[in-house]
T-cell receptor, first 110, second 114 residues
Framework: AQSVTQLGSHVSVSEGALVLLRCNYS??????LFWYVQYPNQGLQLLLK??????LVKGINGFEAEFKKSETSFHLTKPSAHMRDAAEYFC????????FGTGTRLQVFP | DTGVSQDPRHKITKRGQNVTFRCDPI?????LYWYRQTLGQGPEFLTY????????KSRLLSDRFSAERPKGSFSTLEIQRTEQGDSAMYLC???FGGGAETQYFGPGTRLLVL
């Protein structure tokens, strides 16, 4: 069975600081991995996805993620946080349906 | 392309009542998914359709829940005899196929059962 684990339910950073949101996956087959962002009272918006084409994936809003098979990880990073990045972030693996992690709430302080 | 739409956006009902939600996917998408999200949790899969065929249902989908996609376009999710535990955000998503294809989400229907 496929699953993802997000380490840290809350992450707080200062504006301009590095953002690192952690995601580890479990899959018996090469996975398709996704990061979604959810703003309050809204649906989910795709940030980026890994489809085995390249291990470093660049997404929207300056986010990127690196697929590391040896570490079974797909951590999300952004070099410099902005106030508008404050939201809930979900990592997911696809097995027809999406299997989501429990989410990480990112707070950005001025 | 207007994206995935859901109606209503909010629903308040009393315990024991029936409710029905509608999802309109992106027009060319053949797959349609329903998820449920409770406060502080990630979305959990409920069911999905490929065209009009319902291909998978989660164990979360009790016999009080039923979903249809009669013409392979819009879908409805009905909850009969609602319970307070049904209070959640119900999300719909659509995609063109499976695998690496992106699922696009609607804004969700927030249900509150009193």
């Amino acid at each position: 069975a496929q699953s993802v684990t997000q380490l840290g339910s809350h992450v707080s950073v200062s504006e301009g600081a590095l953002v690192l949101l952690r995601c580890n996956y479990s899959s018996s087959v090469p996975p398709y991995l996704f990061w979604y962002v959810q703003y309050p009272n809204q649906g989910l918006q795709l940030l980026l996805k890994y489809t085995s084409a390249a291990t470093l994936v660049k997404g929207i809003n300056g986010f990127e993620a690196e697929f590391k098979k040896s570490e079974t990880s797909f951590h999300l990073t952004k070099p410099s946080a902005h106030m508008r990045d404050a939201a809930e972030y979900f990592c997911a693996v696809r097995a027809d349906k999406l299997i989501f992690g429990t989410g990480t709430r990112l707070q950005v302080f001025p | 392309d207007t994206g995935v739409s859901q109606d209503p956006r909010h629903k308040i009902t009393k315990r024991g009542q029936n409710v029905t939600f509608r999802c309109d996917p992106i027009s060319e998408h053949n797959r349609l998914y329903w998820y449920r999200q409770t406060l502080g949790q990630g979305p959990e899969f409920l069911t999905y359709f490929q065209n009009e065929a319902q291909l998978e249902k989660s164990r979360l989908l009790s016999d009080r829940f039923s979903a249809e996609r009669p013409k392979g376009s819009f879908s409805t999710l009905e909850i009969q005899r609602t319970e307070q535990g049904d209070s959640a955000m119900y999300l719909c998503a659509s995609s063109f196929g499976g695998g690496a294809e992106t699922q696009y989400f609607g804004p969700g229907t927030r249900l509150l059962v009193l």
